[in-house]
């Protein structure tokens, strides 16, 4: 599949490369195929690039980057939509933004990815967290990316 993206240029990738986020993203409800890229090795950055829609792409971040003790509480029902099995591997990851004090991280509503099924869930996190924390001036590396 060929998608050329406003920030990235020309991409191609098998749709064994997607993951699929049946409900959308909030604000983004008609964008459910998306594809994770990293666009250097060792980038603490990951891009979720839409392949319906060319000019989307959010910046994401596992949150215990920034945020050690970070944690996820969720109602059991939204595993249900991941198929998770006990042995498939998931991970977390939350967008990135910034604000006019620096960084700030989306902890309210994660994304929660099987990697296995690659199916994905924006969920809403039950643990008091902002939906922009604040994590401190935007760091030299993250400035050309964010």
Avoid: Y
């Avoid at 993951?19 to 993203?25: S, Y």
């Amino acid at each position: 599949m060929d998608i050329n993206t406003s920030r990235f240029g020309a991409l191609q990738f098998s749709m064994a490369e997607t993951v699929c986020f049946p409900a959308g993203l909030i604000g983004l409800e008609d964008c459910r195929n998306w594809v994770l890229l990293s666009p250097r090795p060792g980038d603490r950055v990951i891009w979720v690039q839409s392949t319906q829609q060319a000019e989307i792409a959010l910046p994401l971040v596992d949150p215990r980057t920034f945020v050690p003790e970070f944690t996820l509480q969720l109602e059991p029902s939204d595993w249900a939509p991941l198929g998770k099995r006990e042995t498939d591997l998931v991970q977390v990851l939350v967008t990135m933004g910034r604000k006019e004090t620096g960084l700030a991280l989306n902890l309210l509503a994660p994304l929660v990815i099987n990697c296995e099924r690659r199916i994905g869930r924006q969920v809403v996190n039950l643990d008091d967290w902002a939906v922009d924390h604040p994590v401190g001036a935007l760091p030299a590396a993250l400035q050309r990316t964010a």
